[in-house]
């Protein structure tokens, strides 16, 4: 059982190129989350989606895309990629509220590290 | 005033030192707190849940939650260095599909043999 998986989990971009990363799920969950981390500024929601085809946003979503066509699959798109978008970025994912155990967990992948110069 | 308010520490205690970490919050409608653990370079981890208000004990950790002032503590007893992690104190207003955590900015704890 694999859990969340991200790819690419480093990754170096020039300044207005775009990229995608990747993010599965093996645990069947309809939640999943696309978070990024800057140091010392905890984790900030981009996007998340409830369902295969229901995306919406988080709290930053500027300069970033997803789709969401299978409940598997989450990528995240990042356009004309700026060095703001220098951070770590987590996928995540939760299993739908009132399937019982459920405490609300997230389950995060590694996280893929993109700096863009 | 920022939703949810952590000391980023950095803090380092001796081996078997208790711990004290607290996040402090500004909307009373959070009701599901949660701390994850986070060791270097790889994703957060869920440590302990609380709904409302109240104690949760697991182990050597235990959780409190105090709604009225709005305040959250995770103590850590008899330390060990394999606690050497960031916490990341989280909330969410909501359990269905609205369920959306905020977290604080995490403290990064040293344990020192």
């Known amino acids: 059982n694999a859990g969340v998986t991200q790819t690419p989990k480093f990754r170096i971009l020039k300044i207005g190129q775009s990229m995608t990363l990747q993010c599965t799920q093996d645990?069947?969950?309809?939640?999943m989350y696309w978070y990024r981390q800057d140091p010392g500024m905890g984790l900030k929601l981009i996007y998340y989606?409830?369902?295969?085809?229901?995306?919406d946003k988080g709290e930053v979503p500027n300069g970033y895309n997803v789709s969401r066509s299978t409940t598997e699959d989450f990528p995240l798109r990042l356009e004309l990629a700026a060095p703001s978008q220098t951070s770590v970025y987590f996928c995540?994912?939760?299993?739908?509220?009132?399937?019982?155990?459920?405490?609300?967990?997230?389950?995060f992948g590694e996280g893929s590290r993109l700096t863009v110069l | 005033q920022k939703e949810v308010e952590q000391d980023p520490g950095p803090l380092s205690v001796p081996e078997g030192a208790i711990v004290s970490l607290n996040c402090t919050y500004s909307?009373?409608?959070?009701?599901?707190f949660m701390w994850y653990r986070q060791y270097s370079r790889k994703g957060p981890e869920l440590l302990m849940y609380t709904y409302s208000s109240g104690n949760k004990e697991d182990g050597r950790f235990t959780a409190q939650v105090d709604k009225s002032s709005k305040y959250i503590s995770l103590f850590i007893r008899d330390s060990q260095p394999s606690d050497s992690a960031t916490y990341l104190c989280?909330?969410?207003?909501?359990?269905?599909?609205?369920?959306?955590?905020?977290f604080g900015k995490g403290t990064l704890l040293t344990v020192n043999p």
């Open positions: 645990m069947n969950h309809n939640y």
């Open positions: 989280a909330m969410s207003r909501s359990g269905g599909s609205n369920y959306k955590l905020t």
């Open positions: 989606s409830v369902g295969a085809g229901i995306t």
């Open positions: 995540a994912s939760r299993k739908l509220a009132g399937v019982s155990p459920n405490t609300g967990e997230l389950f």
């Open positions: 909307n009373s409608a959070f009701q599901y």
